[in-house]
């Protein structure tokens, strides 16, 4: 059974650092690519950062930029976010995703583009 979850969240000061874990069963992460996003209530969830099965292509929002970043370790089937200066903009439940042979496009990325999800893990950033 294919199941990524996820761990790491809670709650952080403003400008402080978390990161996130995303645990895969069921597949192997090497083969997929593999991205965060977040959503916030009433709003659309929204991709954070893309690494490709490759590791070729990558796609980071540019909220993301300088201070988030994507990675994998394949020998333990996980991935991770590590998030630093985090702001309270920053909250929000943070989801990981997979999609075997993906690839991620520089101009942005979407849900349509995965099929594999984690429950989320709520980010909470207080000032």
């Known amino acids: 059974q294919v199941q990524l979850v996820e761990s790491g969240g809670g709650s952080v000061e403003f400008g402080g650092s978390l990161r996130l874990s995303c645990a895969a069963s069921?597949?192997?992460?090497?083969?997929?690519?593999t991205a965060w996003f977040r959503q916030t209530p009433g709003r659309e969830r929204e991709a954070v950062l893309c690494?490709?099965?490759?590791?070729?292509?990558?796609y980071t929002a540019p909220f993301a930029k300088g201070r988030f970043t994507i990675s994998r370790d394949n020998a333990k089937n996980m991935m991770y976010l590590q998030m630093n200066n985090l702001d309270a903009a920053d909250s929000a439940v943070y989801y990981c995703?997979?999609?075997?042979?993906?690839?991620?496009?520089?101009?942005?990325?979407?849900?349509?583009?995965?099929?594999?999800w984690g429950q989320g893990t709520q980010v909470t950033v207080s000032s």
């Open positions: 995703a997979a999609e075997y042979l993906g690839g991620c496009r520089r101009r942005g990325i979407g849900e349509s583009d995965f099929e594999d």
């Open positions: 069921g597949f192997s992460l090497d083969q997929h690519a």
């Open positions: 690494l490709s099965s490759s590791g070729a292509s990558s």
